[in-house]
T-cell receptor, first 113, second 114 residues
Framework: NAGVMQNPRHLVRRRGQEARLRCSPM?????VYWYRQLPEEGLKFMVYLQKENIIDESGMPKERFSAEFPKEGPSILRIQQVVRGDSAAYFC???????????FGPGTRLLVL | AQSVAQPEDQVNVAEGNPLTVKCTYSVSGNPYLFWYVQYPNRGLQFLLK??????LVKGSYGFEAEFNKSQTSFHLKKPSALVSDSALYFCAVRDMEYGNKLVFGAGTILRVKS
């Protein structure tokens, strides 16, 4: 059983560009969580999605960030007009239900120049 | 609000010696607690969890954790450390009040020296 897949593993963007991060959950998992690991700030929750629904986006910045988990295909975290402060590792986790253990992907390391 | 604290930024231990990585929690209601490990430039790997039941939880790679309700602690332990255990360890609590997200501690770097 393949684990959580994330791509790309590394992403370089210039200020003002868009970053699109993808997450494919483990087989059988319909719950996806996104977390961000900023230098010196630790791991912080961003958003929790089920298929076609955002359940909790309390950790998501109000502007420029959006997330989706369509009926078909991976979950997407989109960052518009990136700034240097967006440089971080973004991790996706999945679980079969909201109450089960979350399993993490390898992360996408975003560098904004 | 749910929170966890890892009071040590770094723990150093000699190979073969027992190790302890500390975690304390603050929750309303029953705690759902987790330990994850992160190797350099990798994702988080699940080690173990406490939901209910026995206070001593056994997990992957020989790790175990002791849940102590009176001290609100969930310390990670291993009887004999390996150099390959050197990594960043995170304690986390599930936020049961809303959304089931994980709230992480700041992390503890474990260094095992041969």
């Amino acid at each position: 059983n393949a684990g959580v897949m994330q791509n790309p593993r590394h992403l370089v963007r210039r200020r003002g560009q868009e970053a699109r991060l993808r997450c494919s959950p483990m087989k059988g998992h319909s719950h996806v969580y996104w977390y961000r690991q900023l230098p010196e700030e630790g791991l912080k929750f961003m958003v929790y999605l089920q298929k076609e629904n955002i359940i909790d986006e309390s950790g998501m910045p109000k502007e420029r960030f959006s997330a989706e988990f369509p009926k078909e295909g991976p979950s997407i975290l989109r960052i518009q007009q990136v700034v240097r402060g967006d440089s971080a590792a973004y991790f996706c986790a999945s679980s079969p239900s909201g109450k089960e253990t979350q399993y993490f992907g390898p992360g996408t390391r975003l560098l904004v120049l | 609000a749910q929170s966890v604290a890892q009071p040590e930024d770094q723990v150093n231990v000699a190979e073969g010696n027992p190790l302890t990585v500390k975690c304390t929690y603050s929750v309303s209601g029953n705690p759902y607690l987790f330990w994850y490990v992160q190797y350099p430039n990798r994702g988080l790997q699940f080690l173990l969890k406490y939901i209910t039941g026995d206070n001593l939880v056994k997990g992957s790679y020989g790790f175990e954790a002791e849940f102590n309700k009176s001290q609100t602690s969930f310390h990670l332990k291993k009887p004999s450390a390996l150099v390959s255990d050197s990594a960043l360890y995170f304690c986390a609590v599930r936020d049961m009040e809303y959304g089931n997200k994980l709230v992480f501690g700041a992390g503890t770097i474990l260094r095992v020296k041969s």
